[in-house]
């Protein structure tokens, strides 16, 4: 079974290169805890989706990860695109998680899970991937792992959330919200144009998703509809949440909608970095993962 890690945002609000950040007490890398609660639950192969500046580093870092997993790196860069589009001379980075996801096309071909790198997820979370990659071998059936809003915020400034609307257990629609905050005035974030309330309680995408094969054909398709729409503005981007949402909307995919207990912490702003070594120590320290990492 095949976890697609994407590792190559440019990670503008933190300012550096945060999957390649050693925050563990060892210095492990945040997508090292998500690689190892992945293999114990039962994924054996690694997709690390990255920039090719950063290759020779993700490379060197790969090497230490235990034997018995298989690691394949693939390059998301502006040159993949369909042969009618030309990329505008002044853009300087890829098109999104879509973009990121369909450089992985040539070394997927099964079900696969796909997460960001610089996402603490929780043990639990991959249980439940590694068995809905069964359910999307069975059925076609696409799952979303997915957490309360309230354990996802960040204490260093705004996030951005896929917040759910589930029903009967599928996922229904996905809205990208904006400049999720907690402040003076209550939670609330930025949903288009206007700024809503939030309650905290909703269910938000961290970007885990488990995907069937034929999924990437699907995303390919929202890809190219969407480099005809808007390829040419100098910051747009695909992204998964909105692409999940449009193929539900017609149809063309089904998405069970999981709940994971968490816990949940990430790198957004450099001041994450003193949470998340903080929580990871505090697991180590209950047991939950050995130190060092890799025994």
């Known amino acids: 079974m095949t976890l697609v890690i ?16 050693g925050v563990g007490p060892n210095g492990e890398l945040l997508l090292e805890y998500a690689i190892f609660d992945a293999r114990r639950a ?17 490379r060197e870092f790969a090497a230490r990860l235990p034997s018995d997993l298989e690691v394949v790196f693939a390059i998301q860069d502006l040159t993949q695109v369909p042969a009618w589009f030309t990329p505008p001379p002044e853009r300087t980075k890829p098109w999104g998680t879509v973009h990121a996801l369909l450089a992985a096309h040539g070394v997927v071909s ?7 790198a ?47 609307r589930v029903e009967n257990g599928f996922l ?56 005809s729409a808007r390829g040419t503005e100098p910051a747009s981007e695909s992204i998964i949440p909105e ?14 909608a999981l709940s994971a207990p968490g816990p949940w912490f990430g790198l957004t702003h450099p001041a994450d970095r003193e949470d998340v070594q903080r929580g990871l120590r505090a697991l180590t320290e209950q047991g939950m993962y050995p130190t060092p990492l890799w025994k």
């Open 42 to 58: 039962g994924f054996s192969r690694i997709v690390f989706i990255i920039r090719r500046e950063i290759e020779a580093e993700m």
């Open 172 to 227: 229904v629609e996905l809205d990208e919200v904006r400049d999720i905050v907690r402040d003076a005035g209550g939670l609330h974030g930025r949903f288009g144009a206007g700024v809503r309330p939030l309650t905290g309680d909703e269910l938000a995408s961290m970007n885990f998703w488990v995907f069937p094969p034929k999924a990437l054909q699907d995303l390919r398709e929202i890809f190219e509809a969407f480099l």
């Open 118 to 164: 610089d996402d603490f997820y929780g043990a639990e979370a991959f249980v439940q991937a590694r068995a809905a990659c069964d359910v999307a071998q069975a059925s076609g059936i696409a799952s979303a792992v997915l957490f309360p809003l309230n354990a996802t915020l960040s204490p260093n400034g705004s996030v951005i959330r896929g917040i759910s």
């Open 6 to 21: 994407m590792a190559a945002g440019l990670a503008s609000r933190y300012g550096s290169t945060k999957q390649l950040e």
């Open 243 to 256: 692409a999940v949402s449009n193929l539900i909307a017609r149809g063309r995919m089904q998405v069970r």
């Open 110 to 116: 099964g079900p696969f899970g796909a997460i960001n």
